[in-house]
Structure formats: C-alpha cells, structure tokens
T-cell receptor
C-alpha cells in the first residue's frame, strides 16, 4: 500500500479482555516497529522486527504483550488481560532496512481500557 | 538508561526563526532524527543527522554535535501550520528512542 495501515483505528475494551492490533507496513519494507504513545509523551519503543523475527523486544512492558510477524509483512500486537494502564495510542512504523533514521508511521490504534 | 531532553514548549511569531534543542544520553548511538506530529496525527520524518554538522532541507535545518551529545532543529520563516509537536529521537541499535517532545505554538 501507499502508507502504513493500522486497524482498528479505535478500540474500546473492558479490563481483563484480550485485544489484537494489526499493522500493514509499506510494501517491501523489511523492518517493522511497534511504539506506544501516551498523551503529551513521545512514542515509547516496544518491539522491532527485521523480516519475520523479533530483533529487539526489550520494550515490551511485561509478558501480557506479544507481537508476531509470521510472513515478514503484516504484524499483530497482542495484549492479554488488558489493564487500564494499557490505554494509549499504539503506533506502527516501517522502514526499508536496518538503521532507524527514517521511519514511516501509521496513524495508530487508540486503545481505551475501561 | 537512555534519555533525551528537549524543552516542553516553545512559542514564536509567524515569520520568525525558532531553535529546538535536544541533548541525549543513549547507548549504541548512530544518529539523531527529528519528527513532527500534529495533534491526532502520525509522527512524520523531518531530518536525520548521522555526522556532525548542519543538514538543511528547505525551511528546516538540523544540527548534530556528537562530542557534546547535542543537536537542534532550526525552523525558519515560521508558518501557522508549523504549530505541532517536535520530537528528537536517537537512532540507537536499530531502534529510535524518542524524547518527550517540544510543543511549538506559532502566533500571528
């Protein structure tokens, strides 16, 4: 596609539920990143994929968070047993290769946990 | 730990010049990026400095000094549409670590 696409754009869920957020990167981009952004803050790094493998998952806050990219294109961020503190905008970005100088971001998925 | 410091808010007049500073403490540093984000929008790339010195792209310029762990973004001929948040980000070990952002308000 022309840009990074994220779905859903908005997700409201109840505490304790499971959610999945999807990212479709720019075609041909091998690197894919997930970030989380709270109001008034900068994006917070979660995980980085190079191809199908997670090259760096050091930003995942705990084991309730998991992400996959099985075919090296679309990625899904999975959050189990959601908590109110998980409420944020989840941003996905892609780039054409290693070296993170220029990332192309999607519009984000706004997650609200009630 | 890894951190980037930048002012929280800057106000300037339309047509003026404004400089947003950024100091960083990060490991595995490769370069410094700058991103613009309008309210409710996605961060968009402005510039990247891998080497010391000034990079110019139209009305925007960015500077890096590795020895001082310091950089800045210079915006010239400010326009109302430049009102947004600006983030410096350290390219560290193939991932970007972002500062907390500077909110720029351009007044007529």
């Amino acid at each position: 596609g022309a840009g990074v696409s994220q779905t859903p754009s908005n997700k409201v869920t109840e505490k304790g539920k499971y959610v999945e957020l999807r990212c479709d990167p720019i075609s041909g981009h091998t690197a894919l990143y997930w970030y989380r952004q709270s109001l008034g803050q900068g994006p917070e790094f979660l995980i980085y994929f190079q191809g199908t493998g997670a090259a760096d998952d050091s930003g995942l806050p705990n084991d309730r968070f998991f992400a996959v990219r099985p075919e090296g294109s679309v990625s899904t961020l999975k959050i189990q047993r959601t908590e109110r503190g998980d409420s944020a905008v989840y941003l996905c970005a892609s780039s054409s290769g290693p070296g993170a100088g220029e990332l192309f971001f999607g519009e984000g998925s706004r997650l609200t946990v009630l | 730990g890894q951190s980037l410091e930048q002012p929280s808010e800057v106000t300037a007049v339309e047509g003026a010049i404004v400089q947003i500073n950024c100091t960083y403490q990060t490991s595995g540093f490769y370069g410094l990026s700058w991103y613009q984000q309008h309210d409710g929008g996605a961060p968009t790339f402005l510039s990247y400095n891998a080497l010391d010195g000034l990079e110019e792209t139209g009305r925007f310029s960015s500077f890096l000094s590795r020895s001082d762990s310091y950089g800045y973004l210079l915006l010239q001929e400010l326009q109302m549409k430049d009102s947004a948040s600006y983030f410096c980000a350290s390219d560290s070990s193939y991932k970007l670590i972002f500062g907390s952002g500077t909110r720029l308000l351009v007044r007529p």
